[in-house]
């Protein structure tokens, strides 16, 4: 058995939340309608801090980060879907992420099983700028080493 890192401990719950906003809406998050949130708008729910919703001013959907993603309805933090995502690119074992991240091995399977399809869907077209190809390093560093069984 590989060495068992406490990775979600080790990422900021923010800082993961601020990644996959710009990984999941590059252009801003949108209710399923697709009506911008304004940047001023303050959050209809908190509890699930910092995953706030929503509640479009245009059409009266609740939204989050989540909507209309392979995320929607999923309980994970954010820290979770961060090395999720990273692990799902890097292939270490299902049953070794599970026991890592402490989440259930049978849903975390069907969820990577949906992720290259949407890694292919979500190519950007365009070079990343530094910034984000330093944050893409980052990310692909953030494993090295470890243990892929
Ligand atoms: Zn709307």
Not at 39 to 64: A, T, W
Not at 130 to 148: I, R, W
Request: one cysteine or more.
């Amino acid at each position: 058995m590989a060495m068992r890192f406490p990775l979600t401990d080790l990422l900021d719950e923010q800082e993961s939340y601020n990644f996959l906003l710009k990984t999941l809406h590059p252009d801003g998050m949108k209710c399923k309608q697709g009506h911008a949130l304004p940047p001023d708008q303050k959050p209809h729910d908190r509890r699930r801090d910092p995953i706030f919703d929503y509640r479009c001013r245009i059409c009266g959907n609740v939204f989050n980060l989540f909507t209309d993603t392979v995320w929607q309805g999923s309980q994970y933090d954010c820290r979770k879907i961060v090395l999720i995502v990273r692990g799902g690119l890097k292939r270490p074992s299902t049953l070794h992420l599970a026991d890592e991240l402490e989440v259930d091995y049978g849903t975390l399977l069907e969820r990577r099983h949906r992720l290259p399809k949407l890694a292919l869907a979500h190519k950007p077209d365009t070079a990343l700028t530094d910034e984000e190809t330093e944050a893409d390093e980052m990310f692909q560093n953030a494993g090295k080493g470890h243990q892929t069984c």
